[in-house]
């Protein structure tokens, strides 16, 4: 081995070391190196590669057999067997690797606090929601409801209009203008209009009560996780809810506000009234004062949301988005659900149904997670749900649940992760996304208990690259090798807008993601200087820049330059 090579090797050898994820070992070899580098006066400066020249070889000569010993009682054996010139060359080499390493060490901590300020800077610029706060419509006449447009299995959503007048002082952010801007969804829009969202700019949503009885209590605790998106001023009388609440001992966690999840304004019970198409399409659960053969309670749970245009399946029944939006959209999904994760939340019953859709001033659909109904959001924040019994319910949709979920063994001490259990169905749905349909759908369809990686169809190459790999890399079965929400997200934002930091996949290229992020936050807080945008591009990169942690972008990068490296060996199916 000459020794151009074993220097080579040894950085090859230290790189893995890195990836493979042994930072801690390698940093204390490294540490230690740093001080035999130092004592043979070599500067503590970055050892490149590249300007690794022979002269150099005689400092590194002098450290050797220090080295040697090093990594012997380090435990590093193999490495220390004899002294032949050709072993010293090895741990020359291998030391080099170590140096570099250090290098890198150093590179990430500098990049992690430049992560960290960049961070700070757009936590602080918390997503506002375009309400201000006003103490009307908590009760269900305080609004003129229109026509039926939508129904589940457990509830009739209705558009709606506030009846009540908002004073003044708040009418520029009320209910009445919420859907008359020009980012309410219907400016733009790349597709015709569905829905009258500017005469009806609000959705009510009626549960339907069989078993809760009537009580405000009762229901508001057995219908308790329809709550997660509610906005802290969604309850009138909050304090004593959650008292009571605490009392029947299920008050859920609440999602602080995104962009990408839908908001409940206001959220109270009142008797269940005779709605357009209640006899028609849910005769059984009215209460026998409307029916007489029906089985509901007599009053329910409402809740008042924003009004959108489209649910995503239906969106997508009459619009292919381009290939940038489609992106954008997988995007702003797994934005959502991150945010939900690092919330200690899990939505459980992801599917195109539960995601609405509106467009920014751009025509671009803007995506938001709705429908908690199934979620898991316990107290304590924890997405490890103990799974004793088949009596403890695993979530909704049985076509769209993650493997992990799907073949989970109830048992004592049996536990179900839903850490990465929604980021799996984003990657079924990005399906839906790009024209084809959900491969898990149908009498045809895979099985989520059983399916094999490669029996996935691709999705269609008009999808880019690397969305196609985030949907190929979502679905893997373990969840160990499934990326996360945020690694999955920040793929596509390197893939969106890494542009040359991406081109160079050395280490080097360290800073230059530094400058790279720096570069994106002050386009971002420029751009928020301006008039108000809120396009779905900016507010994507806000997540972005506020989510931002080194490790995670590692991962990502690793993800991705992994992907690009396969789907240039022609390895990947598509
Ligand atoms: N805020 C809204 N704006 C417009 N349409 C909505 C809104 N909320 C819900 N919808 C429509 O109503 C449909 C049913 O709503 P939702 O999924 O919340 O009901 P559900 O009974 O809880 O559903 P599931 O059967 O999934 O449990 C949705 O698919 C969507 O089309």
Redesign the pocket.
């Known amino acids: 081995m000459s020794v151009k090579h074993a220097i080579s090797r040894g950085l090859e050898i230290g790189r893995s070391v890195f990836q493979l994820g042994l930072l801690k070992p390698a940093a204390r070899v490294a540490a230690k190196f740093r001080g035999e580098r130092l004592r043979v006066g070599h500067p503590a400066r970055r050892v490149q590669p590249q300007t690794f020249l022979p002269s150099r070889y005689r400092y590194y000569r002098m450290s050797l057999s220090g080295l040697a010993a090093q990594l012997q009682s380090l435990g590093f054996r193999r490495f220390a067997g004899g002294g032949s010139p050709r072993n010293r060359t090895v741990f020359l080499a291998f030391g080099l690797g170590l140096g570099l390493i250090e290098q890198q060490l150093e590179d990430d901590r500098r990049s992690a606090a430049t992560c960290q300020e960049i961070q700070a800077v757009f936590r602080k610029r918390k997503f506002q929601n375009p309400l201000k706060p006003f103490t009307l419509g908590y009760r269900l006449e305080d609004y003129v409801m229109g026509k039926q ?9 209705y ?1 709606a209009a506030p009846q009540f007048a908002v004073p003044r002082e708040t009418r520029e952010c009320s209910l009445v203008e919420l859907g008359s801007g020009g980012d309410d969804g219907q400016e733009g829009g790349g597709a015709p209009r569905s ?1 009258s ?1 500017l005469s009806c700019p ?2 009510v ?1 009626m ?2 009560n069989i078993g809760a009885g009537s009580s405000s209590e009762a229901i508001l605790s057995s219908m308790s996780q ?1 709550l997660v998106p509610a906005g802290p001023l969604a309850l009138k009388e909050e304090k004593t809810t959650v008292a009571l609440h605490g009392h029947f001992g299920v008050a859920p966690r609440r999602v602080s506000a995104h962009p990408n999840v ?1 908001r409940v304004y206001r959220a109270f019970t009142a008797e269940v009234p005779l709605l357009p198409g209640a006899r028609e399409e849910y005769p059984d659960v009215l209460p026998p004062r409307l029916n007489p053969a029906g089985l509901g309670n007599n009053r329910t749970l409402f ?1 008042v ?7 995503l ?2 969106y997508l029944q009459v619009a292919l988005p381009t290939h940038r939006q489609g992106s954008l959209m997988v995007l702003q999904l797994l934005e959502g659900v991150d945010h939900l994760c690092k919330q200690g939340i899990a939505h459980r ?1 992801l ?1 195109s ?2 995601v ?1 859709v509106e467009f920014d001033s751009g025509g671009c659909p803007r995506l ?1 997670i ?2 908690f ?2 979620c898991l959001a316990e107290r304590d924040g924890d997405l490890r749900l103990p799974f004793s019994s088949r009596c403890v319910n695993r979530g ?2 049985a076509c769209l649940m993650a493997p992990e979920v799907s073949t989970a063994v109830p048992g004592p001490g049996a536990v179900i992760d839903y850490s990465k259990a929604d980021a799996w169905a984003v990657g079924a749905v990005s399906f839906e996304i790009f024209g084809r349909p959900n491969p898990f759908y149908g009498p045809e369809g895979l099985d989520s208990r059983g399916y094999q990686e490669k029996q996935l169809p691709p999705l269609p190459a008009r999808a880019p690259a690397d969305t196609r790999l985030v949907a190929e890399l979502l679905l893997r079965r373990d969840p160990a090798k499934r990326p996360s929400a945020r690694v999955a997200a920040n793929i596509l934002h390197l893939s969106l807008w890494g542009g040359r930091v991406l081109a160079n996949q050395d280490r080097a290229s360290v800073k230059s993601i530094s400058d790279w992020l720096l570069c994106q936050s002050a386009v971002v807080l420029l751009r928020g200087r301006g008039p108000v945008t809120s396009t779905v591009e900016a507010e994507l990169q806000r997540c972005f820049l506020a989510n931002l942690d080194l490790e995670d972008l590692h991962a990502a990068m690793g993800f991705l330059l992994f992907g690009r490296e396969q789907q240039r060996q022609g390895v990947l199916a598509n």
Do not use: S, T
């Open positions: 447009i939508g129904k589940g299995c457990n509830a009739a959503v558009e829905r969202v609000l959705a949503k549960m339907w329809e839908v809740l949301m924003k009004n959108y245009p489209w649910n399946r239906e019953d599917k149904d539960n609405l938001v709705a429908d109904g199934c909704g949709n």
